[in-house]
């Protein structure tokens, strides 16, 4: 069981930058593939980026690519997301998600444990 608590969304600036951390707990989330997904209003649900359990394998989603860069603390059971450049089209609900692989992958199925998500709200 792991339980994921999402942190640090916000209003913010086209252009501007926030970093959002998830907090993970439970027996096996050092040993869990995490990733950062979106809903906006209105949208499914889409994958933004993962990262492996030892942290040197990332998968960006093409909207992600030189903007978002994801790192984990496996000490602290942590996950950041740091968003820069942010696009007004970045506006949603931004979860975090533990998968019990070891690679992260960009499909829903692929994570057993979801976090309740934090608004990222980005004006032009």
């Known amino acids: 069981q792991v339980q994921l608590i999402e942190s640090g969304g916000g209003l913010q600036q086209a252009g501007g930058s926030l970093r959002l951390l998830c907090v993970a707990s439970?027996?096996?989330?050092?040993?869990?593939?995490m990733a950062w997904f979106r809903q906006a209003p209105g949208k499914e649900r889409e994958f933004v980026v993962g990262i492996s359990v030892g942290g040197r394998s990332t998968l960006y989603s093409d909207s992600a690519k030189g903007r978002f860069t994801i790192s984990r603390d496996n000490a602290k059971n942590t996950v950041h997301l740091q968003m820069d450049s942010l696009k007004p089209e970045d506006t949603a609900v931004y979860s975090c998600?533990?998968?019990?692989?070891?690679?992260?992958?960009?499909?829903?199925?692929?994570?057993?444990?979801w976090g309740q998500g934090t608004q990222v709200t980005v004006s032009s």
């Open positions: 439970g027996r096996t989330a050092s040993n869990s593939a």
């Open positions: 998600a533990a998968s019990s692989q070891y690679y992260s992958s960009n499909r829903e199925r692929d994570y057993t444990y």
